[in-house]
């Protein structure tokens, strides 16, 4: 490769940053010329400056591949048929299902071997412009570039990456390519091997009467202005130079790599992902153990005190041979035994109902009560709606509160009441 395409040597971090902000331009030679033809590349900013450029071998620009955020195959025009057909009104998948149909009698050989790209529809009778390429061809160039460690590839037809005017045509003039583009979606390559006045011919002849822009090698502009002044001069002659290519790459969206599927996503690094992986495994061991000893050691406390209240239970009532639930039994016993010495518990009907009495008593007037229900420790009453005043109801809920128990409405005309101590037996 040559020096100029050497990637930079310099490593500081502002540096490797703006690498990875780049594009990374490389414009393939045609594949006739064999694997010892050199690629030309420009490593571009986002900015748009040029930030380096060369040539050399493909495999040999694998540091810059890897520094720039993405790399563009600019595919030689000879290598990249644009075909014209006339399609039906197709959602994505299905124009892409009906293409290989719709390109069969334009194209040599079996076209499930080459990549059809459809560029959208230009025309309102649906005439759209096709890429095919060799599919073998194309899925070895982009592994051949992710392996590089490119982050992400693309390749657009090179015919496509001159810059367009409309209503002129532009070419571009190689050692063994002539490149021509006459449209947004249309373009040509021809493998040929001239002198600078049959090359000019031969392009002046396809662009046919329209305004030609034609740009050649530098080392042979001279040649070519004094070729097209004597012959044509309306044909405007310039220097092949990246900037024509970048600007005219920018033109087009017609991204050959997504119609190779999975062959031209890259492949997931798991090297890359090996320490965070293994660090992520390390913290989940950590948090799960810390939640296993977390559970015993409560586990061992709820033990503990079960054991306490067991033998506590016991010490209080040796005679009870079936211990189920220590603190239920406990408290029941608790209620027997008050029951039994004449104390009355707040949950018992007659403490409620002599409780409901006494603050009834103390009313203005009497209460007409239609009737009264004891169920699960509270005491229902069913009032005549004469008697549901909201003023008798404030006043029972305040005498019935200094007495424990709390007095509610649930529904119109009836009132509950219930132990507000907590203690059941």
């Given at each position: 490769?040559a020096?100029s395409?050497?990637?930079w040597?310099g490593?500081?971090?502002?540096?490797?940053?703006?690498?990875?902000?780049?594009?990374l331009?490389?414009?393939l030679?045609?594949?006739?010329d064999?694997?010892?033809a050199?690629?030309?590349f420009?490593?571009?900013?986002?900015s748009?400056?040029i930030e380096?450029?060369g040539e050399?071998?493909?495999?040999g620009?694998?540091d810059?591949?890897a520094a720039?955020?993405r790399?563009l195959?600019?595919?030689a025009a000879?290598?990249?048929t644009?075909?014209?057909?006339?399609?039906?009104p197709?959602?994505?998948?299905?124009?892409k299902a009906?293409?290989?149909?719709?390109?069969e009698?334009?194209?040599l050989?079996?076209?499930?071997?080459?990549?059809l790209t459809a560029?959208?529809?230009?025309?309102?009778?649906?005439?759209?412009?096709v890429?095919?390429v060799?599919?073998?061809?194309?899925e070895?160039?982009?592994?051949?570039?992710?392996?590089?460690?490119a982050?992400?590839?693309g390749?657009?037809?090179a015919q496509?990456c001159?810059?367009?005017?409309?209503g002129?045509?532009?070419?571009?003039?190689?050692?063994s390519?002539?490149?021509?583009?006459?449209?947004l979606?249309h373009?040509m390559?021809?493998a040929?091997?001239s002198t600078p006045?049959?090359?000019l011919?031969?392009?002046r002849?396809?662009a046919g009467?329209?305004?030609l822009t034609?740009?050649?090698p530098?080392a042979?502009l001279?040649?070519?202005?004094?070729l097209?002044?004597?012959a044509d001069p309306?044909?405007t002659?310039e220097?092949?130079d990246?900037?024509?290519?970048i600007?005219?790459s920018r033109?087009?969206?017609l991204?050959l790599?997504p119609?190779?599927g999975?062959?031209?996503?890259?492949?997931t690094?798991?090297?890359?992902?090996?320490?965070?992986?293994?660090?992520a495994?390390l913290?989940l061991v950590?948090n799960?153990?810390g939640l296993?000893?977390?559970?015993?050691?409560l586990?061992?406390?709820?033990d503990?005190?079960?054991?306490?209240m067991l033998?506590t239970?016991?010490?209080?009532?040796?005679?009870?041979?079936v211990?189920q639930d220590?603190l239920?039994?406990m408290?029941?016993?608790?209620?027997?035994?008050r029951?039994?010495?004449g104390?009355l518990?707040?949950?018992e009907?007659?403490y409620q109902?002599?409780?409901f009495?006494?603050a009834?008593?103390?009313?203005?007037r009497?209460?007409?009560i239609a009737?009264?229900?004891?169920?699960?420790?509270?005491?229902?009453?069913?009032?005549?709606?004469?008697?549901a005043?909201p003023?008798?109801?404030g006043q029972?809920?305040?005498?019935l509160?200094?007495r424990?128990l709390?007095?509610?409405?649930?529904a119109?005309?009836?009132?509950?009441?219930?132990?507000?101590?907590?203690?059941?037996p």
């Amino acid at each position: 490769m040559a020096a100029s395409s050497r990637p930079w040597c310099g490593c500081g971090k502002t540096r490797r940053k703006r690498d990875r902000l780049s594009t990374l331009y490389i414009r393939l030679p045609a594949r006739a010329d064999g694997e010892a033809a050199l690629s030309r590349f420009a490593l571009v900013a986002d900015s748009g400056a040029i930030e380096q450029q060369g040539e050399g071998a493909l495999r040999g620009f694998a540091d810059l591949a890897a520094a720039s955020r993405r790399v563009l195959l600019l595919i030689a025009a000879v290598d990249v048929t644009m075909l014209h057909v006339k399609a039906p009104p197709l959602s994505g998948p299905r124009l892409k299902a009906a293409l290989p149909s719709l390109v069969e009698e334009q194209v040599l050989g079996d076209p499930s071997e080459a990549v059809l790209t459809a560029a959208p529809a230009q025309s309102p009778d649906g005439l759209r412009s096709v890429a095919v390429v060799q599919r073998t061809y194309l899925e070895s160039l982009v592994r051949t570039v992710l392996a590089m460690g490119a982050r992400s590839v693309g390749a657009l037809p090179a015919q496509l990456c001159l810059p367009l005017q409309p209503g002129h045509v532009s070419g571009a003039v190689e050692p063994s390519v002539l490149t021509l583009r006459d449209g947004l979606y249309h373009g040509m390559g021809l493998a040929v091997a001239s002198t600078p006045d049959t090359a000019l011919q031969m392009v002046r002849a396809l662009a046919g009467d329209a305004p030609l822009t034609l740009y050649v090698p530098a080392a042979d502009l001279g040649q070519f202005q004094a070729l097209a002044a004597e012959a044509d001069p309306a044909t405007t002659i310039e220097a092949d130079d990246w900037t024509h290519w970048i600007a005219g790459s920018r033109s087009t969206n017609l991204d050959l790599v997504p119609a190779l599927g999975a062959a031209g996503a890259r492949a997931t690094d798991w090297q890359r992902w090996r320490w965070p992986l293994r660090l992520a495994l390390l913290a989940l061991v950590v948090n799960l153990a810390g939640l296993n000893i977390e559970w015993l050691r409560l586990k061992r406390e709820a033990d503990a005190t079960r054991a306490a209240m067991l033998q506590t239970y016991k010490a209080t009532y040796p005679k009870d041979t079936v211990i189920q639930d220590p603190l239920v039994q406990m408290k029941m016993n608790i209620a027997r035994a008050r029951a039994a010495s004449g104390q009355l518990s707040p949950d018992e009907f007659t403490y409620q109902a002599a409780a409901f009495g006494e603050a009834a008593r103390s009313l203005p007037r009497p209460l007409s009560i239609a009737s009264l229900e004891y169920r699960e420790r509270s005491l229902s009453i069913k009032v005549k709606p004469e008697s549901a005043d909201p003023g008798v109801a404030g006043q029972l809920k305040s005498a019935l509160a200094a007495r424990n128990l709390a007095f509610s409405e649930p529904a119109p005309a009836t009132w509950l009441i219930r132990n507000t101590t907590g203690a059941k037996p």
